[in-house]
Structures are given as structure tokens and as C-alpha cells.
């Protein structure tokens, strides 16, 4: 594992950064493979990036979108992480249709949307099911207890090994999440980290001794680039 930690001086510089960064994987990726494939995040620190990717003349017919988890809503429900990026970003530019790879909310329940998510998957990047197949970039976030995607610390999602996308829980809620194997099969994972309330978090992730299952960002340990971009409130004791 190939791990970078950059702490940038504000929220801006980190949007700055990590657009910097995914650029540079695009163009790698589609002069390698012809194509470039990205998982989003939601929440409110990924939502300027994709704010600013909005405004680049980038060669939309070869990038193909995923997101990493979703809340159980329908995508036009305010919560949706396809909604919201789709009006930061996606409905700004001339992407095409069939390269927008939402994961399924309507159907009859979560287990089902996993498991259809997870067939489109496999189709999409025609996997065997021996190994993992590698997304070039996977955006994350974490919360103030340390999860990530829609892994929750003690929930049944970080048991699953042998899947690409399982369901989480959230409060008893469910949400449609990656499973971290499938994460970490990523050639680039770039978490983006902002705000002083992140720093307990930060410290037990960046432990040398700690619990995954209490902590479950400690389970990214990806065989790729691990790129961890926070803003200086974040970073402050990770500074050296």
C-alpha cells in the first residue's frame, strides 16, 4: 500500500488538491484504458469538487460514474447522494446517460438493490468473480465515529468479505454500501477530510494500535494509492 497524507491550509485548497489529483488519474486511466472509473461520496466536503470538475471540458464519453453507498431513499429524495451530485455535477455537463451507474433504491428491499448493484458491477467491468475488479478512483469521507461509506462501527456490513456491495446500517436505517474488500481492490482511494470534529476520529485511524470494528476507516487498506487530504481544522495533529 502506497500511502500519502497531505494536509492543505483550507477546505478550498483541498477541493484544489484533490481535483489536482483526480484529473491526473483520469488522464492516466484513459490513456491506459481507454476509460476512467470514479466511486463518489456524499456529503457536504466532496460536494464543491464535484462543483468544480462541473466546470472542466473533460472527454465525459469515457468516464463512468458509481457511488460507493447510498442511502435507501429514492433518487430524487433530498438525502439521495445521486441527487446531489447530480445537481453539483452530473446535470451540468454532457455525460452521457449510460455512463451514469446509480445504485438501485426502488426495489422491493435493500438486500436486492445490493445484490442488483453488485450484478451490474460485475457485467460492467466483466469479472470473473475470482478477484475484485479495481475502480480507478474511489472518493470517501469519514464521520465523527470513524466510519466510512456506509460502514458503521459493530454493524453486520464489516463482516462481509466474499461481496462487492453489501447492506449497512445506519441507525437502524438501511443505506447500500461498497464492502470494504471490494474498496480496497481500488488503484487510487482518496479520502477527503475537513472540520476540527474530525480529529478524534483521525487519531484512531492513524493509531498504530486500534479497533477496525469500532473504527472501520482502519479496514482501507487498499493494494492501491491511499491518499489522505485533509484541511489544516482536520489535520492539525497529524501535522509534523
Known sequence: ????????????????????????????????????????????????????????KLPWDKIHIFWGDERYVPPDHPDSNELMTRRAWLDRVD????????????????????????????????????????????????????????????????????????????????????TYPFINSARSIIFLVAGANKRPALAQIFAPVADDFTYPSRLIRPQGELWWLLDAAAGLELQH
Do not use: C, W
Not at 488519474?25 to 463518489?40: H, S
Not at 475484485?132 to 453486520?156: C, K, N
Open 1 to 56: 500500500m502506497n500511502k500519502t497524507v497531505e494536509v492543505l491550509p483550507d477546505q478550498p485548497a483541498l477541493v484544489a488538491r484533490a481535483l489536482e489529483l483526480i484529473l491526473s488519474k483520469l488522464e492516466t486511466a484513459i490513456e491506459q484504458r481507454g476509460q476512467f472509473t470514479i466511486a463518489l461520496s456524499g456529503g457536504s466536503t466532496p460536494k464543491p469538487l464535484y462543483e468544480a470538475i462541473a466546470t472542466q
Open 95 to 178: 455525460i452521457p446517460a449510460a455512463n451514469i451507474h446509480p445504485i438501485p433504491t426502488l426495489e422491493a428491499n435493500p438486500e436486492l438493490s445490493a445484490a442488483k448493484y453488485e450484478q451490474h458491477l460485475k457485467e460492467f467491468f466483466n469479472s470473473s468473480g475470482v478477484e475484485f475488479p479495481a475502480l480507478d478512483v474511489i472518493l470517501l469521507g469519514i464521520g465523527d465515529d470513524a466510519h466510512t461509506a456506509s460502514l458503521f462501527p459493530h454493524t453486520e456490513a464489516l463482516k462481509v468479505r466474499d461481496r462487492l456491495v453489501t447492506v449497512g446500517n445506519k441507525d437502524g436505517n438501511p443505506r447500500i454500501t461498497f
